[in-house]
Nanobody
């Protein structure tokens, strides 16, 4: 059984910062990919930032240098530092990790953490 636990969301004023964390726990053999996604009300889920297999970090265009994804592979943990937040960044943020577990490779999703940017 593998679970992803996200933390770090909350209410912040425009221009503020938040740091999201996502830790995977369970019988994990290898971390393959890690990433952050978000879904705003009335919109489809979209990628925010991700580490694809064998590649450097990739960011959505709307990030515009404001967010930084980082990771600690040994701890199956991925972070998202979000600076200069805007009201349009308000969304539920989801962590995704593609993990190698005994016998197979599986994509796991967290339950989401709410980020609200408002004055």
């Amino acid at each position: 059984q593998v679970e992803l636990a996200e933390s770090g969301g909350g209410l912040v004023q425009p221009g503020g910062s938040l740091r999201l964390s996502c830790v995977a726990s369970g019988n994990i053999e290898k971390v393959v990919e890690m990433g952050w996604y978000r879904r705003a009300p009335g919109r489809l889920r979209e990628v925010v930032a991700e580490f694809r297999f064998g590649q450097a970090a990739n960011y959505a265009d709307f990030v515009e240098g404001r967010f930084t994804i980082s990771r600690d592979i040994a701890k199956a943990t991925v972070f998202l530092q979000m600076d200069d937040l805007k009201p349009e960044d308000t969304a539920t943020y989801y962590c995704r990790q593609i993990l190698q577990i005994p016998g197979r490779t599986v994509s796991f999703w967290g339950r989401g953490t709410q980020v609200t940017v408002s004055s």
